[in-house]
Protein backbone atom coordinates (compact mmCIF):
# COMPACT_ATOMS: atom_id res chain seq x y z
CA UNK A 1 0.00 0.00 0.00
CA UNK A 2 1.47 3.37 -1.08
CA UNK A 3 2.46 5.88 1.22
CA UNK A 4 1.35 4.23 4.22
CA UNK A 5 2.62 5.58 7.44
CA UNK A 6 4.92 3.82 9.46
CA UNK A 7 5.42 3.23 13.41
CA UNK A 8 7.53 2.49 15.61
CA UNK A 9 6.82 -1.34 16.70
CA UNK A 10 9.63 -3.64 17.86
CA UNK A 11 9.21 -3.56 21.67
CA UNK A 12 8.33 -6.99 22.90
CA UNK A 13 5.19 -6.02 24.37
CA UNK A 14 3.73 -3.14 21.28
CA UNK A 15 0.14 -2.67 22.36
CA UNK A 16 -2.77 -1.36 20.22
CA UNK A 17 -4.68 0.82 22.47
CA UNK A 18 -7.96 2.03 22.11
CA UNK A 19 -7.66 5.74 21.94
CA UNK A 20 -10.16 7.09 24.97
CA UNK A 21 -11.19 3.90 26.40
CA UNK A 22 -13.17 3.21 29.14
CA UNK A 23 -14.47 0.53 31.18
CA UNK A 24 -17.05 -0.19 34.29
CA UNK A 25 -15.98 -2.14 37.37
CA UNK A 26 -18.70 -4.43 36.60
CA UNK A 27 -18.18 -4.45 32.20
CA UNK A 28 -15.28 -5.85 30.93
CA UNK A 29 -16.58 -5.08 27.12
CA UNK A 30 -14.56 -1.25 26.60
CA UNK A 31 -16.27 1.72 25.67
CA UNK A 32 -14.14 3.29 23.09
CA UNK A 33 -14.22 6.88 21.19
CA UNK A 34 -14.97 6.54 17.28
CA UNK A 35 -13.71 7.84 13.97
CA UNK A 36 -15.82 10.67 13.27
CA UNK A 37 -14.97 11.26 9.48
CA UNK A 38 -16.86 14.05 7.60
CA UNK A 39 -16.74 12.29 4.11
CA UNK A 40 -18.25 9.48 5.29
CA UNK A 41 -20.54 10.07 8.62
CA UNK A 42 -21.75 7.00 8.79
CA UNK A 43 -18.53 4.78 9.07
CA UNK A 44 -17.94 4.75 12.90
CA UNK A 45 -15.46 2.43 14.07
CA UNK A 46 -13.32 2.61 16.96
CA UNK A 47 -10.11 4.30 17.31
CA UNK A 48 -7.35 2.91 17.31
CA UNK A 49 -4.04 4.04 18.18
CA UNK A 50 -0.64 2.47 18.65
CA UNK A 51 1.35 3.13 22.01
CA UNK A 52 4.66 2.34 21.21
CA UNK A 53 6.62 -0.12 19.28
CA UNK A 54 6.49 -1.59 15.55
CA UNK A 55 5.82 -4.81 13.71
CA UNK A 56 8.51 -6.23 11.90
CA UNK A 57 9.97 -4.02 8.88
CA UNK A 58 11.11 -7.98 6.96
CA UNK A 59 7.31 -8.75 7.01
CA UNK A 60 6.76 -5.79 3.99
CA UNK A 61 3.77 -4.09 3.84
CA UNK A 62 0.75 -5.87 5.69
CA UNK A 63 -2.53 -4.71 6.47
CA UNK A 64 -4.25 -6.01 9.27
CA UNK A 65 -7.39 -7.98 9.04
CA UNK A 66 -10.28 -7.73 11.85
CA UNK A 67 -13.90 -8.77 12.30
CA UNK A 68 -14.75 -7.27 15.60
CA UNK A 69 -18.12 -8.32 17.35
CA UNK A 70 -20.07 -8.24 20.33
CA UNK A 71 -19.50 -10.97 22.96
CA UNK A 72 -23.03 -11.46 23.10
CA UNK A 73 -26.37 -10.89 21.48
CA UNK A 74 -27.15 -8.18 24.10
CA UNK A 75 -23.57 -6.44 23.98
CA UNK A 76 -24.50 -3.02 22.53
CA UNK A 77 -20.92 -0.96 23.40
CA UNK A 78 -18.64 -3.49 20.61
CA UNK A 79 -18.51 -2.22 17.27
CA UNK A 80 -19.72 -4.99 14.57
CA UNK A 81 -18.55 -5.09 11.32
CA UNK A 82 -14.95 -5.67 9.04
CA UNK A 83 -11.88 -3.50 9.62
CA UNK A 84 -8.91 -3.66 7.43
CA UNK A 85 -5.96 -1.50 9.34
CA UNK A 86 -2.89 0.09 8.05
CA UNK A 87 0.49 0.09 9.62
CA UNK A 88 -0.71 2.98 11.87
CA UNK A 89 -3.38 1.72 12.68
CA UNK A 90 -5.42 3.66 10.73
CA UNK A 91 -8.56 2.30 8.55
CA UNK A 92 -8.41 1.63 5.16
CA UNK A 93 -11.51 0.15 4.50
CA UNK A 94 -14.81 -0.07 6.76
CA UNK A 95 -17.33 -2.27 6.43
CA UNK A 96 -20.20 -1.04 9.07
CA UNK A 97 -22.88 -4.06 9.61
CA UNK A 98 -25.41 -4.75 12.08
CA UNK A 99 -24.53 -8.35 11.20
CA UNK A 100 -20.86 -9.72 12.23
CA UNK A 101 -19.06 -10.99 9.77
CA UNK A 102 -16.47 -13.97 10.44
CA UNK A 103 -13.00 -15.38 9.24
CA UNK A 104 -12.45 -11.88 7.16
CA UNK A 105 -9.52 -12.38 5.49
CA UNK A 106 -7.37 -12.30 1.69
CA UNK A 107 -7.67 -15.90 -0.27
CA UNK A 108 -6.42 -16.59 -3.89
CA UNK A 109 -9.17 -17.67 -6.32
CA UNK A 110 -8.65 -18.32 -9.99
CA UNK A 111 -5.36 -16.78 -9.57
CA UNK A 112 -6.44 -13.28 -8.47
CA UNK A 113 -6.46 -12.06 -4.39
CA UNK A 114 -10.16 -11.72 -3.17
CA UNK A 115 -11.34 -10.64 -0.19
CA UNK A 116 -13.97 -13.27 1.60
CA UNK A 117 -16.04 -13.36 4.79
CA UNK A 118 -18.76 -15.87 6.32
CA UNK A 119 -21.82 -13.93 6.64
CA UNK A 120 -25.09 -15.40 8.07
CA UNK A 121 -27.29 -16.31 11.12
CA UNK A 122 -24.39 -17.53 13.77
CA UNK A 123 -25.79 -19.11 16.36
CA UNK A 124 -23.18 -22.11 16.49
CA UNK A 125 -23.49 -24.87 16.70
CA UNK A 126 -26.98 -23.84 14.61
CA UNK A 127 -25.21 -21.88 12.22
CA UNK A 128 -26.90 -20.75 8.87
CA UNK A 129 -24.95 -18.88 6.30
CA UNK A 130 -22.52 -18.59 3.49
CA UNK A 131 -19.22 -17.29 2.10
CA UNK A 132 -18.73 -14.34 0.17
CA UNK A 133 -16.14 -13.72 -1.87
CA UNK A 134 -15.36 -10.18 -3.28
CA UNK A 135 -12.47 -8.87 -6.26
CA UNK A 136 -10.10 -6.58 -5.42
CA UNK A 137 -12.74 -3.86 -6.43
CA UNK A 138 -14.90 -5.26 -3.50
CA UNK A 139 -17.39 -6.27 -6.46
CA UNK A 140 -19.43 -9.82 -5.27
CA UNK A 141 -18.09 -12.27 -7.78
CA UNK A 142 -19.19 -15.23 -5.49
CA UNK A 143 -21.45 -16.93 -2.67
CA UNK A 144 -20.77 -20.56 -1.57
CA UNK A 145 -22.03 -22.93 0.60
CA UNK A 146 -22.79 -26.29 1.08
CA UNK A 147 -23.49 -28.92 -1.47
CA UNK A 148 -25.11 -32.06 -2.43
CA UNK A 149 -28.11 -32.82 -0.06
CA UNK A 150 -27.39 -29.77 2.14
CA UNK A 151 -29.03 -26.55 1.67
CA UNK A 152 -26.31 -23.90 0.28
CA UNK A 153 -27.06 -21.62 3.21
CA UNK A 154 -26.50 -24.25 6.02
CA UNK A 155 -22.66 -23.51 6.08
CA UNK A 156 -20.72 -22.98 9.03
CA UNK A 157 -18.87 -19.86 10.24
CA UNK A 158 -15.87 -21.42 11.40
CA UNK A 159 -14.00 -22.39 7.95
CA UNK A 160 -13.60 -20.46 4.67
CA UNK A 161 -10.37 -21.75 3.24
CA UNK A 162 -10.15 -21.67 -0.58
CA UNK A 163 -7.82 -24.41 -2.08
CA UNK A 164 -4.94 -23.88 -5.20
CA UNK A 165 -7.80 -26.05 -7.29
CA UNK A 166 -10.17 -23.04 -6.77
CA UNK A 167 -12.34 -25.28 -3.80
CA UNK A 168 -13.32 -24.60 -0.73
CA UNK A 169 -13.81 -26.56 2.92
CA UNK A 170 -16.79 -26.16 4.48
CA UNK A 171 -17.90 -27.26 7.64
CA UNK A 172 -22.05 -27.49 8.38
CA UNK A 173 -23.76 -29.06 11.82
CA UNK A 174 -26.26 -31.25 11.39
CA UNK A 175 -29.55 -32.85 13.28
CA UNK A 176 -28.83 -36.35 14.17
CA UNK A 177 -30.56 -39.21 15.77
CA UNK A 178 -28.10 -41.17 18.20
CA UNK A 179 -27.24 -42.87 21.24
CA UNK A 180 -26.83 -40.93 23.96
CA UNK A 181 -26.36 -43.41 26.77
CA UNK A 182 -22.58 -43.33 27.22
CA UNK A 183 -22.97 -39.68 28.03
CA UNK A 184 -26.12 -39.82 30.43
CA UNK A 185 -28.22 -38.68 27.48
CA UNK A 186 -31.10 -41.32 25.74
CA UNK A 187 -30.32 -44.00 23.87
CA UNK A 188 -32.54 -42.18 21.15
CA UNK A 189 -31.29 -39.03 21.79
CA UNK A 190 -30.01 -36.19 19.48
CA UNK A 191 -26.73 -34.50 18.75
CA UNK A 192 -25.32 -31.91 16.06
CA UNK A 193 -22.86 -34.03 13.88
CA UNK A 194 -19.73 -32.50 12.35
CA UNK A 195 -19.86 -32.52 8.41
CA UNK A 196 -17.10 -31.40 6.29
CA UNK A 197 -17.24 -31.06 2.57
CA UNK A 198 -14.64 -29.17 -0.10
CA UNK A 199 -17.12 -27.79 -2.79
CA UNK A 200 -15.90 -26.95 -6.19
CA UNK A 201 -16.89 -22.76 -6.19
CA UNK A 202 -17.76 -22.28 -9.70
CA UNK A 203 -20.20 -25.00 -9.63
CA UNK A 204 -21.15 -26.32 -5.90
CA UNK A 205 -20.73 -29.43 -6.59
CA UNK A 206 -18.93 -31.31 -3.23
CA UNK A 207 -15.69 -33.16 -4.11
CA UNK A 208 -15.70 -35.01 -0.68
CA UNK A 209 -18.07 -35.10 2.62
CA UNK A 210 -17.12 -36.32 5.79
CA UNK A 211 -19.37 -36.90 8.43
CA UNK A 212 -18.08 -37.36 12.22
CA UNK A 213 -20.09 -39.83 13.68
CA UNK A 214 -19.17 -42.58 11.15
CA UNK A 215 -15.79 -42.29 13.05
CA UNK A 216 -16.00 -40.19 16.16
CA UNK A 217 -18.18 -41.90 18.56
CA UNK A 218 -19.91 -39.96 21.09
CA UNK A 219 -18.14 -40.74 24.06
CA UNK A 220 -15.23 -39.12 23.08
CA UNK A 221 -16.45 -35.63 23.89
CA UNK A 222 -14.32 -33.51 26.70
CA UNK A 223 -17.91 -31.87 27.32
CA UNK A 224 -20.80 -32.52 29.64
CA UNK A 225 -24.25 -33.48 28.25
CA UNK A 226 -26.01 -30.28 30.06
CA UNK A 227 -29.48 -30.56 31.17
CA UNK A 228 -32.35 -30.21 28.54
CA UNK A 229 -29.70 -31.33 25.71
CA UNK A 230 -29.84 -34.11 23.55
CA UNK A 231 -33.36 -33.49 22.49
CA UNK A 232 -34.44 -33.29 18.89
CA UNK A 233 -35.08 -29.15 19.23
CA UNK A 234 -31.55 -29.09 21.36
CA UNK A 235 -28.92 -31.37 20.18
CA UNK A 236 -26.01 -32.12 22.21
CA UNK A 237 -22.54 -30.46 20.27
CA UNK A 238 -20.83 -33.54 21.20
CA UNK A 239 -17.82 -32.39 18.42
CA UNK A 240 -17.68 -29.08 17.12
CA UNK A 241 -15.63 -28.67 14.35
CA UNK A 242 -13.82 -25.30 13.70
CA UNK A 243 -10.94 -25.69 11.11
CA UNK A 244 -9.89 -28.23 7.73
CA UNK A 245 -7.01 -27.75 6.37
CA UNK A 246 -4.92 -30.09 3.23
CA UNK A 247 -1.95 -31.99 4.96
CA UNK A 248 0.31 -34.99 3.57
CA UNK A 249 0.94 -32.40 0.69
CA UNK A 250 -3.15 -32.65 -0.20
CA UNK A 251 -3.62 -36.16 0.01
CA UNK A 252 -5.20 -35.45 3.37
CA UNK A 253 -7.10 -33.39 5.53
CA UNK A 254 -6.87 -32.29 8.94
CA UNK A 255 -9.85 -31.20 10.87
CA UNK A 256 -10.24 -29.98 14.80
CA UNK A 257 -12.76 -30.69 16.60
CA UNK A 258 -13.04 -28.02 19.61
CA UNK A 259 -15.01 -30.83 22.17
CA UNK A 260 -13.21 -33.95 21.59
CA UNK A 261 -9.97 -31.82 22.27
CA UNK A 262 -8.55 -33.68 18.89
CA UNK A 263 -6.85 -33.04 15.54
CA UNK A 264 -7.87 -35.97 12.52
CA UNK A 265 -6.10 -36.83 9.55
CA UNK A 266 -8.80 -37.74 6.77
CA UNK A 267 -8.00 -39.34 3.68
CA UNK A 268 -9.07 -37.11 1.10
CA UNK A 269 -10.17 -39.71 -1.19
CA UNK A 270 -11.58 -42.11 0.36
CA UNK A 271 -12.39 -39.79 3.75
CA UNK A 272 -11.39 -42.86 6.31
CA UNK A 273 -9.75 -41.32 9.19
CA UNK A 274 -6.34 -42.11 9.30
CA UNK A 275 -5.16 -41.41 13.02
CA UNK A 276 -5.91 -38.98 16.19
CA UNK A 277 -4.04 -36.72 17.75
CA UNK A 278 -4.96 -35.36 21.16
CA UNK A 279 -8.35 -36.50 23.55
CA UNK A 280 -9.21 -39.79 23.96
CA UNK A 281 -8.50 -41.70 21.32
CA UNK A 282 -5.21 -40.12 20.69
CA UNK A 283 -2.92 -42.46 18.35
CA UNK A 284 0.13 -40.47 19.48
CA UNK A 285 1.87 -40.40 22.85
CA UNK A 286 1.25 -36.88 23.89
CA UNK A 287 4.77 -35.38 25.12
CA UNK A 288 5.49 -32.62 27.96
CA UNK A 289 3.51 -29.88 27.46
CA UNK A 290 2.02 -31.14 24.29
CA UNK A 291 -1.67 -31.88 25.43
CA UNK A 292 -3.84 -29.18 23.53
CA UNK A 293 -7.90 -28.19 24.97
CA UNK A 294 -10.97 -26.43 23.26
CA UNK A 295 -8.42 -25.66 20.53
CA UNK A 296 -8.65 -24.30 16.86
CA UNK A 297 -7.25 -23.98 13.35
CA UNK A 298 -5.39 -27.12 13.05
CA UNK A 299 -2.82 -26.50 10.19
CA UNK A 300 0.84 -28.17 9.06
CA UNK A 301 3.49 -26.20 8.45
CA UNK A 302 6.06 -26.17 5.40
CA UNK A 303 8.56 -27.56 7.94
CA UNK A 304 6.24 -30.22 8.63
CA UNK A 305 5.26 -28.81 12.32
CA UNK A 306 1.71 -28.86 13.21
CA UNK A 307 0.58 -25.55 14.33
CA UNK A 308 -2.66 -24.64 16.39
CA UNK A 309 -4.08 -21.82 18.86
CA UNK A 310 -4.28 -23.88 22.02
CA UNK A 311 -7.79 -21.82 23.88
CA UNK A 312 -7.04 -24.43 26.87
CA UNK A 313 -10.47 -22.87 28.45
CA UNK A 314 -13.87 -23.04 29.15
CA UNK A 315 -13.28 -24.12 31.43
CA UNK A 316 -10.09 -23.30 31.77
CA UNK A 317 -7.54 -26.11 31.84
CA UNK A 318 -4.53 -24.16 31.24
CA UNK A 319 -2.79 -21.07 29.72
CA UNK A 320 -3.84 -20.12 26.32
CA UNK A 321 -0.95 -20.08 23.80
CA UNK A 322 -0.01 -21.06 20.15
CA UNK A 323 1.72 -24.25 19.79
CA UNK A 324 3.98 -25.62 17.20
CA UNK A 325 3.71 -29.24 17.21
CA UNK A 326 6.12 -31.95 16.19
CA UNK A 327 4.44 -35.31 14.55
CA UNK A 328 6.62 -38.56 14.63
CA UNK A 329 3.83 -40.45 12.46
CA UNK A 330 6.11 -43.68 12.90
CA UNK A 331 6.75 -43.66 16.57
CA UNK A 332 3.75 -42.06 16.91
CA UNK A 333 4.19 -39.83 19.01
CA UNK A 334 3.91 -35.39 19.71
CA UNK A 335 6.16 -33.26 21.21
CA UNK A 336 6.31 -29.66 21.81
CA UNK A 337 8.32 -27.37 19.57
CA UNK A 338 7.85 -24.23 20.57
CA UNK A 339 4.61 -22.15 22.20
CA UNK A 340 3.55 -18.66 21.79
CA UNK A 341 2.38 -17.28 25.08
CA UNK A 342 0.10 -14.67 26.21
CA UNK A 343 1.76 -11.80 27.54
CA UNK A 344 -0.54 -11.70 30.49
CA UNK A 345 -3.02 -13.82 31.83
CA UNK A 346 -5.60 -13.38 28.97
CA UNK A 347 -7.55 -16.49 28.68
CA UNK A 348 -9.76 -17.43 25.35
CA UNK A 349 -12.62 -19.23 25.81
CA UNK A 350 -13.60 -19.27 22.00
CA UNK A 351 -12.28 -18.93 18.25
CA UNK A 352 -8.76 -17.68 17.53
CA UNK A 353 -6.34 -18.69 15.23
CA UNK A 354 -2.84 -19.04 14.43
CA UNK A 355 -1.13 -17.50 10.77
CA UNK A 356 2.61 -18.29 9.61
CA UNK A 357 3.84 -15.13 7.75
CA UNK A 358 5.92 -15.48 4.46
CA UNK A 359 9.20 -14.72 6.85
CA UNK A 360 8.23 -17.20 9.49
CA UNK A 361 6.34 -14.73 12.21
CA UNK A 362 3.39 -15.60 14.00
CA UNK A 363 0.38 -13.87 14.13
CA UNK A 364 -2.19 -15.07 16.89
CA UNK A 365 -5.72 -13.80 17.15
CA UNK A 366 -6.73 -14.55 20.88
CA UNK A 367 -10.63 -15.10 19.52
CA UNK A 368 -12.62 -14.27 22.74
CA UNK A 369 -10.39 -11.49 23.71
CA UNK A 370 -9.95 -8.78 21.71
CA UNK A 371 -6.13 -8.92 21.12
CA UNK A 372 -3.72 -9.94 18.11
CA UNK A 373 0.00 -10.55 18.82
CA UNK A 374 2.70 -10.82 16.51
CA UNK A 375 6.05 -13.48 17.39
CA UNK A 376 9.15 -14.57 15.56
CA UNK A 377 9.35 -18.27 14.57
CA UNK A 378 11.09 -19.08 18.26
CA UNK A 379 8.24 -17.77 20.31
CA UNK A 380 9.42 -14.07 21.04
CA UNK A 381 6.70 -11.32 21.60
CA UNK A 382 7.15 -8.85 18.92
CA UNK A 383 3.67 -6.91 19.19
CA UNK A 384 1.01 -7.30 21.03
CA UNK A 385 -2.58 -5.47 19.72
CA UNK A 386 -5.88 -4.86 21.72
CA UNK A 387 -8.98 -3.56 19.64
CA UNK A 388 -12.81 -2.37 21.36
CA UNK A 389 -14.39 -5.42 23.29
CA UNK A 390 -16.08 -7.80 21.99
CA UNK A 391 -14.61 -10.60 19.92
CA UNK A 392 -12.73 -11.59 16.76
CA UNK A 393 -13.13 -15.10 15.47
CA UNK A 394 -9.51 -15.01 13.68
CA UNK A 395 -7.21 -12.00 12.87
CA UNK A 396 -4.87 -11.78 9.73
CA UNK A 397 -2.27 -9.88 8.04
CA UNK A 398 -1.68 -9.74 4.59
CA UNK A 399 -0.15 -7.62 1.62
CA UNK A 400 -3.62 -6.09 -0.03
CA UNK A 401 -4.34 -4.03 -3.14
CA UNK A 402 -7.44 -2.85 -4.05
CA UNK A 403 -9.51 0.13 -5.78
CA UNK A 404 -12.97 0.08 -5.38
CA UNK A 405 -15.36 0.72 -8.53
CA UNK A 406 -17.51 3.46 -6.41
CA UNK A 407 -15.68 7.19 -6.71
CA UNK A 408 -14.03 8.65 -3.90
CA UNK A 409 -16.07 10.48 -1.67
CA UNK A 410 -15.57 14.20 -0.30
CA UNK A 411 -17.47 16.89 1.43
CA UNK A 412 -16.93 20.69 1.61
CA UNK A 413 -17.48 23.52 4.45
CA UNK A 414 -16.66 27.23 5.33
CA UNK A 415 -15.22 27.44 8.82
CA UNK A 416 -14.74 30.95 8.14
CA UNK A 417 -15.66 33.52 4.95
CA UNK A 418 -12.69 33.02 3.03
CA UNK A 419 -11.86 29.52 3.49
CA UNK A 420 -13.16 25.97 2.28
CA UNK A 421 -12.39 23.00 3.98
CA UNK A 422 -12.51 19.75 1.63
CA UNK A 423 -12.61 16.57 3.21
CA UNK A 424 -11.41 13.34 0.99
CA UNK A 425 -11.96 10.09 1.44
CA UNK A 426 -12.09 6.74 -0.25
CA UNK A 427 -13.36 3.63 1.43
CA UNK A 428 -11.00 0.49 0.52
CA UNK A 429 -8.79 2.14 -1.75
CA UNK A 430 -4.98 1.13 -0.70
CA UNK A 431 -3.08 2.63 -3.61
CA UNK A 432 -3.68 6.57 -3.09
CA UNK A 433 -0.61 8.46 -1.92
CA UNK A 434 -1.97 12.06 -1.95
CA UNK A 435 -5.12 14.45 -3.07
CA UNK A 436 -5.43 17.10 -5.76
CA UNK A 437 -8.23 19.48 -5.40
CA UNK A 438 -9.21 21.32 -8.19
CA UNK A 439 -12.07 24.27 -8.21
CA UNK A 440 -13.60 26.84 -11.21
CA UNK A 441 -17.06 28.04 -12.13
CA UNK A 442 -17.71 24.14 -13.64
CA UNK A 443 -16.06 20.89 -14.72
CA UNK A 444 -14.79 22.33 -18.08
CA UNK A 445 -12.45 25.39 -16.23
CA UNK A 446 -10.90 23.91 -13.25
CA UNK A 447 -7.49 25.36 -11.90
CA UNK A 448 -5.31 23.41 -9.64
CA UNK A 449 -5.88 24.79 -5.72
CA UNK A 450 -3.12 22.41 -3.75
CA UNK A 451 -2.02 18.75 -3.86
CA UNK A 452 -2.00 17.08 0.11
CA UNK A 453 -0.18 13.90 0.82
CA UNK A 454 -2.77 11.48 2.42
CA UNK A 455 -2.90 11.52 5.98
CA UNK A 456 -5.53 8.32 7.09
CA UNK A 457 -8.52 6.99 5.79
CA UNK A 458 -9.69 11.09 5.76
CA UNK A 459 -7.94 13.99 4.84
CA UNK A 460 -8.36 17.39 4.66
CA UNK A 461 -7.62 20.60 2.55
CA UNK A 462 -7.93 24.48 3.45
CA UNK A 463 -8.43 26.39 -0.20
CA UNK A 464 -10.03 29.37 -1.68
CA UNK A 465 -11.60 28.09 -4.66
CA UNK A 466 -12.10 29.57 -7.78
CA UNK A 467 -15.73 28.53 -7.85
CA UNK A 468 -18.47 26.95 -6.63
CA UNK A 469 -17.01 23.79 -8.19
CA UNK A 470 -14.58 21.68 -6.60
CA UNK A 471 -13.39 18.18 -7.86
CA UNK A 472 -10.76 15.90 -5.86
CA UNK A 473 -8.86 13.54 -7.75
CA UNK A 474 -7.30 10.81 -5.78
CA UNK A 475 -3.33 10.34 -6.65
CA UNK A 476 -0.77 7.18 -6.88
CA UNK A 477 2.38 6.93 -5.89
CA UNK A 478 3.82 8.46 -9.22
CA UNK A 479 0.76 10.88 -9.45
CA UNK A 480 -1.61 9.04 -11.72
CA UNK A 481 -5.35 9.83 -11.24
CA UNK A 482 -6.86 6.90 -9.79
CA UNK A 483 -10.48 8.30 -9.40
CA UNK A 484 -11.90 11.46 -8.92
CA UNK A 485 -15.34 13.04 -7.40
CA UNK A 486 -17.36 16.37 -6.68
CA UNK A 487 -17.14 17.85 -3.19
CA UNK A 488 -20.47 18.36 -2.23
CA UNK A 489 -21.88 20.48 0.83
CA UNK A 490 -21.44 18.90 4.34
CA UNK A 491 -24.68 18.29 5.62
CA UNK A 492 -24.21 17.77 9.47
Same mark, same amino acid.
Given at each position: ?????? #????????????????????? !???????? *????RPELAPPKVDIDTGAFPDDNGDLETFLAPKGQTQTDDKSWVGGLILDSAGDPVWIRDDSEAL????????????? $?? +?????? /??????GEVVILDDSYQEIARVGMGGELPKDTSDLHETTITADDTM???? @?????? !? $???????? *???????? #?? /?? *????? %????? +????????????????? /?????? %??????????????? *??????? #??? =????? #? @???? =??????NWVLGGKASDFEMGKGAQFAWQ???????????????????????????? =????? /??????????????? !? !?RSSGSQGNFQELPNGNVVLGWGSEPYVSEFSK???? &??? &???????? @??? @? =???????????????????????TRVHMSWNGATEVASWRVLSGDDEEHLVENTEVERTGFETAADITPNGSTIIVEALDADGKSLGSTRAEPQNR
Amino acid at each position: MAMKRT #VLAGLAAATLLLAGCTADADD !DIAVAERW *DFHSRPELAPPKVDIDTGAFPDDNGDLETFLAPKGQTQTDDKSWVGGLILDSAGDPVWIRDDSEALWDLRVQEYQGKPV $LT +WWEGLA /ETPHTAGEVVILDDSYQEIARVGMGGELPKDTSDLHETTITADDTMFLIS @YVKTQT !D $LSSVGGDK *DGWAWEGV #VQ /EV *DIATG %DPLFE +WRSLDAVPIDQTETELK /EGEGTK %DEPFDYIHLNSVSED *DDGRALL #VSA =RNTHA #V @YQLD =RKSADLNWVLGGKASDFEMGKGAQFAWQHDAQRRSDGTLTLFDNHAAPRLGDTRGL =RLDLD /EKKKRAEVVTEYPAP !D !DRSSGSQGNFQELPNGNVVLGWGSEPYVSEFSKDGKL &LAD &LTFTGGSN @YRA @Y =RFDWHAQPTAPPTATKSQPQADITRVHMSWNGATEVASWRVLSGDDEEHLVENTEVERTGFETAADITPNGSTIIVEALDADGKSLGSTRAEPQNR
